[in-house]
């Protein structure tokens, strides 16, 4: 399922840490985290916190960590002397190698070690309570968001599995007359023939019919069927994830229309039958994105 959400906290040295998340359909749990160097040791924590609230979906996580004005102010009073002593070289240098001019503010901010905007390093762990506190804001934000995209989503599941049970209904009541219709047809044939001495209460005529009746039996799979709609039901009641259990029952439920289909020999059944795949292959694509 789709969504996005964001969040923010603050370390006790006033550093911002800000966490963005974002989620796209996929069939499986596929995490990817960006942290800055100094939140790289708390990426599985980053991620067992994730995979805790996320089910399914490939979800990008994107945080960043800025230095507060305190710590900026605190570095940049540690990188004087080092400041003061390029600037004393470079003076130096210029004199030795008699190159007019004084030293400018940019060379000297130009030096490695003098303008640091990195945090401070320190024990990454400091940082979890922020970090921490910025995910699950985020996490929150785009739980809500695929909420509102499962609500749409679980409303068109159920209109199609409404149209999958009257499909079924159609079925159910057209079965019963397929035998009757292929013994009028045998009686038929054999009167256009000209055989005589074969009746409708002829043993032959009988065996015939009930091998048929036997052959395109379906009582079984409308049955079966009518289970998975039930089943379909009790998830749609459900609070857990209930994605792979649907994508399950789609498979089974195209399973007993396969059946149905090879076994109806009937063009009415037939024709329900093409209907009912068309509508489960629309769910199909719609369980993908159901967590």
Not at 248 to 273: C, P, W, Y
Not at 279 to 285: I, V
């Amino acid at each position: 399922m789709t969504g996005y959400g964001g969040g923010q906290a603050a370390s006790r040295d006033g550093s911002p840490v800000a966490v963005e998340i974002s989620s796209v359909n996929r069939k499986q749990l596929d995490i990817s985290a960006s942290l800055p160097r100094e939140l790289e040791p708390l990426e599985p924590k980053v991620r067992a916190e994730t995979a805790r609230r996320i089910a399914r979906g490939r979800v990008a996580i994107r945080a960043r960590l800025e230095a507060s004005d305190e710590a900026i102010a605190r570095q940049a009073r540690g990188t004087r002397a080092l400041a003061a002593a390029y600037a004393r070289e470079f003076a130096r240098l210029g004199k030795e190698l008699k190159i007019e001019g004084s030293v400018a503010l940019e060379q000297v901010l130009a030096a490695p070690g003098v303008l640091r905007a990195q945090p401070e390093a320190a024990d990454p762990e400091r940082f979890w309570p922020p970090l921490r506190q910025a995910l699950t804001q985020a996490l929150d934000a785009l739980i809500r968001m695929r909420e509102r995209e499962g609500r749409k989503l679980a409303a068109d599941l159920k209109r199609r599995v409404q149209a999958l049970r009257r499909l079924k209904q159609k079925v159910a009541k057209r079965a019963p007359e397929v035998p009757l219709r292929y013994r009028e047809q045998l009686l038929r044939r054999l009167e256009q023939f000209g055989l005589e001495g074969i009746g409708p209460e002829d043993e032959r005529i009988a065996r015939e019919i009930a091998l048929f009746a036997d052959r395109c039996d379906i009582s079984e799979e409308l049955t079966r069927l009518d289970s998975h709609f039930a089943q379909f039901d009790l998830a749609m009641t459900k609070e857990e994830p209930t994605g792979r259990a649907l994508d399950f029952l789609a498979q089974e439920m195209l399973r007993e229309i396969n059946t149905i289909g090879s076994k109806a020999n009937d063009a009415q059944i037939a024709h329900a039958v093409i209907a009912m795949k068309s509508e489960l292959e629309k769910f199909r694509e719609q369980v993908q994105n159901i967590e």
